[in-house]
């Protein structure tokens, strides 16, 4: 197996990791053949795979600069992957050249490629780190010396949450996460579930059974269930909705079926 140049020491390249098919997905380049085999696999189920991950971006996109404009300019952006054309850091530092952000990722591909995209930027880290663990991220040297928490902090948990089993607790890491936050943070958000994908749920369980098969379960949550993250947040409008739906720039008529699987939205700390 080709090992490519920029792969970090110590990786095991013949094990997938989701947020390398994730960037195969958005058409990136920082990915094995292990990866690419395995988003193959899961898009024989649904085919419509990459249009999910760029409407997920698109609504991050959208959120990011909702954020700004309430006057939010700190980010920590949890299971952030690995950069892509733009990226939170890129949106946010577009609208306001004051914006902060932190991103944290367990995958030390998206790691080690973050620090060479940040490199030089004053006002961006990463930091290598697991949602499971809260206190790790929001004691590590990234968030203390670029985020103020005593300030309003958008928090993005985008297509990472369903990830995390239910045996690992993400509500509680979600709800310590919030607790840490200063009123007027915002929780923006996106999920997997069932619910909106344009296939029969057997056909999209065979996407689910890939993800099992390599050892990173897909968690596909019905809407309450999502709705529960956002417990102690006020929810902005239009709410909970799938991702073309939620403040459009474009009729979301004219998106393709599959950008309409799974749920986004974003809350407000009161």
Do not use: C
Request: glycine letters at 8%; a negative charge.
């Amino acid at each position: 197996m080709e090992r490519p140049a920029w792969a970090p020491p110590g990786i095991d390249i013949s094990v997938p990791s989701v947020s390398r098919i994730y960037d195969y997905y958005l058409g990136g380049s920082h990915n094995f053949e292990v990866d690419r085999d395995a988003a193959r696999r899961a898009m024989e189920f649904m085919p419509g795979l990459p249009k999910i991950m760029q409407a997920n971006r698109a609504f991050m996109r959208r959120a990011v600069h909702h954020a700004v404009a309430e006057g939010v300019t700190q980010f920590l952006d949890i299971g952030s992957g690995i950069p892509t054309f733009g990226n939170v850091h890129e949106i946010a530092q577009r609208a306001t050249p004051e914006a902060r952000v932190v991103y944290v990722d367990h995958d030390p591909v998206a790691v080690a490629h973050s620090r060479a995209v940040l490199e030089g930027n004053d006002h961006a880290g990463i930091t290598a780190a697991d949602l499971r663990k809260p206190q790790d991220i929001l004691g590590s040297p990234e968030v203390r010396e670029l985020l103020d928490l005593d300030r309003p902090v958008a928090l993005l948990l985008v297509a990472v949450l369903h990830f995390v089993e239910d045996a690992d607790d993400p509500h509680a890491a979600v709800a310590e996460l919030r607790d840490a936050l200063a009123p007027g943070s915002l929780l923006i958000l996106t999920h997997a579930s069932f619910e909106g994908i344009p296939v029969p749920q057997e056909q999209a369980g065979g996407t689910v059974g890939v993800y099992r098969d390599i050892r990173s379960p897909l968690v596909m949550r019905s809407r309450d269930q999502v709705a529960r993250f956002f417990e102690g947040y006020e929810m902005v409008e239009p709410g909970l909705v799938s991702m073309p739906r939620w403040r459009p720039e474009t009729p979301p008529e004219q998106e393709d079926p599959y950008a309409f699987s799974g749920f986004a939205g974003v809350g407000r700390k009161g």
